[in-house]
């Protein structure tokens, strides 16, 4: 029987994966943690621990005492927060995926998942269409911390036979979670003011397409990879996700079908930087081809879930 450690509960991915998990593997064998407490619906349906991923040893000994035997370390400073405090985002960052790959030398918990994002990407990258091996020079610390980061998951399993697994996120949109300092996060941010407010200041232009995924469709996608076959795998850094693509224009007319009077306006801020030196557009073929990628919404069903779920939340 699998157990699984789930670091990073509380977040944007970590409060619904949890749950999903729970329902494959069972709600007693997959633990929950975080540094802060969680929704009441981790805490509800199974054990929930506070945990520092960046103490090794207390890490350790967590699981080696529960038995864990898949790890999903979901901890992060994101984009945005990441250029304000740039050494600290870096050494948490980083000091958090070099623990959980030493859990993979140190312990049976051999298999990990850990999230990259389109963000390894750079000025230099092809806009569109971006392919899974091109050009990576990212600029800013959150980018050049996923990139290491691709380098030290794959170093591990070529070197340490740990069962290292990614995927390159792109904006990722969720009406469970709001946002939480990244630079696609203005994607969530407009759905709840659309409704608290019918307005909405948006910090990236109205013509800045970036890729984007439901959450539903992200959290599929990472059990997929994470129950596919090794032998399936043809890559042991991270897999490109397309998702669908976008601008905040093409977000506000879709809202706009739903509530007419929903206005928006643009004031562009130090993340519009960020935002233009990511894709535009994602080619995700080889995860496609390795594992069955699949994607089930686009922007038009999205909206509509998006607004009914954050009327009924805010309700």
Known sequence: MERILVIGCSGQIGSELTLALRKIYGDENVFATDIKQAPADILDSGPFHILDVLDYNNLLHFVVRFKITQVYNLAAVLSGN??????????????????????????????????????????????????????????????ISK?????WGEYYFRRYGVDFRSLRYPGLISYKTEAGGGTTDYAVEIYYEAIRNKQYKCFLSEDT????????????????????????????SSYNVGGMSFTPKEVAAAIQKHIPDFQI???????????????????????RNDWGLKDKFDLSSMTKVMLTEIEKKLA
Do not use: H
């Open 82 to 143: 990441a250029e304000k405090i740039p050494q600290q985002a870096w050494e948490i960052n980083m000091k958090a995926l070099m623990n959980t790959l030493e859990l993979g030398r140190d312990s049976d918990a051999k298999k990990l998942f850990w999230p990259s994002s389109i963000a390894v990407f750079g000025p230099t990258t092809p806009r569109f269409s971006t392919p899974q091996l091109t050009v990576m020079e990212p600029n800013t610390v959150y980018g």
């Open 147 to 151: 990139l290491a980061g691709e380098r």
């Open 209 to 236: 397409a970036l890729p984007m995924m439901f959450m539903d469709d992200a959290i599929q996608a990472t059990i997929k990879l994470m129950e596919t076959d090794a032998s399936k795998l043809s890559l042991r």
């Open 265 to 287: 306006s643009y004031e562009p801020d130090f993340r519009q930087a960020i935002a233009d030196s990511w894709p535009a557009s994602i080619d995700d073929s080889v995860a």
